[in-house]
């Protein structure tokens, strides 16, 4: 049965039926004109994103800089679906990452398939994990769900080590050097950049969809009151388990790139907690948790930054760039619990207020 209008702005139909509720229904022509703006801001936000990318494309250094900026905003996208939509703080996202790293790594180096035939059958895997991982820790709520997560990401880091006729051990796995676009290996730097630019720019394009589909709503309203939702008919256990899937698919894509890009992963690279868990996290809390552009704002920012850090105090304060990262996330924590995208849209709320 379809949905129908009764004349007085209440959707009738499904929304009658046991579980759910009826909804005023926004006029279309709203609707249209917001779904324009929010797809416009999109083309506009990417094209200020890849602007880095044409100023520099002639600068190895700074493309490979750009590269991984692109790349963690996507990451850090990626976990803001679940980590900043729907409010489960999860630190076990170096799982789906190493999933994908090692699926591609060893379907390559064994088999000879090319990494982009990897990519999809990766991320269903991931997120087939990721349901079957969090199916249990769901049940469980605020630190609590984190340091559950935190578990799995050091029960696989302890899998991988051990694995050695799977994933190399502490070893490791090395991708032979064979340019190519068939096998995801450019000699020039810039094709790596535009490469990571795709993939953070499909995840945002996903991130603005789910903001304005059921799926979003669900977990906004999820992660504002479980109670709440469960009350108004949402079936939260389901609403959590669909995010984490979509966000995990897409974290092991970034895993595939992180692959082809360094060509060689270990269990330390993709399982370290500060570099991977904690990272996509503190990207997405400084830049804005729970913003559609707050997570690759946070890349932009702490990305450049990090690099410069590790350049000037690698041999003077070992560690001291990820005491300084460390700081930030407490001091965002506490101070800016809405990142800098929260902050400009109070600023701007004001302004618009003021006569």
């Known amino acids: 049965m379809s949905s129908t209008d009764t004349g007085n702005g209440i959707a009738t139909g499904p929304a009658a039926t046991p579980g759910r509720r009826a909804f005023p229904a926004a006029p279309a022509s709203e609707v249209i004109a917001?779904?324009?703006?929010?797809?416009?801001?999109?083309?506009?936000?990417m094209a200020l994103a890849f602007l880095p990318f044409v100023v520099f494309v002639n600068d190895a250094h700074w493309l490979n800089i750009i590269a991984l900026t692109y790349l963690m905003g996507g990451l850090a996208a990626s976990w803001n679906i679940i980590g900043g939509f729907g409010g489960q703080f999860s630190?076990?996202?170096?799982?789906?990452?190493?999933?994908g790293a090692y699926t591609t790594a060893i379907f390559v180096t064994r088999w000879g398939v090319s990494p982009w035939a990897t990519m999809i059958?990766?991320?269903?895997?991931?997120?087939?994990?990721?349901?079957l991982i969090s199916w249990p820790t769901f049940r469980l709520r605020g630190p609590f769900f984190a340091i559950a997560t935190l578990a799995f990401n050091e029960v696989a880091f302890v899998l991988a080590n051990h694995a050695e006729s799977l994933t190399g051990g502490p070893r490791g796995l090395s991708i032979p050097f064979r340019a190519g676009l068939a096998n995801m290996i450019f000699r020039d730097r810039w094709a790596y950049a535009l490469l990571m630019f795709g993939f953070v720019a499909l995840v945002i394009a996903l991130s603005v969809w789910l903001r304005r589909s059921r799926l979003g709503y669900y977990l906004l309203a999820v992660r504002e009151d479980e109670d709440a939702a469960r009350a108004a008919g949402i079936n939260v256990l389901a609403v959590k388990l669909k995010g984490m899937a979509l966000s995990a698919g897409l974290t092991a894509i970034g895993g595939t790139l992180f692959t082809m890009y360094l060509r060689y992963i270990d269990p330390p690279t993709l399982f370290t907690l500060p570099e991977v868990g904690v990272k996509f996290a503190l990207l997405a809390l400084i830049g804005g948790i729970g913003t559609i552009w707050g997570p690759l704002l946070g890349a932009a920012l702490i990305v450049p930054f990090e690099n410069w850090l590790r350049s000037a105090y690698a041999d003077s304060l070992p560690g001291f760039s990820l005491a300084v990262l460390g700081l930030l996330m407490v001091l965002a924590a506490l101070f800016m619990k809405r990142g800098i995208m929260g902050l400009v849209e109070d600023l701007l709320k004001r302004t618009r207020r003021k006569p």
């Open 91 to 99: 630190l076990g996202h170096g799982v789906f990452f190493a999933i």
């Open 121 to 131: 059958p990766t991320a269903i895997f991931a997120a087939c994990v990721a349901m």
């Open 34 to 45: 917001s779904a324009r703006r929010a797809w416009l801001t999109y083309l506009g936000g």
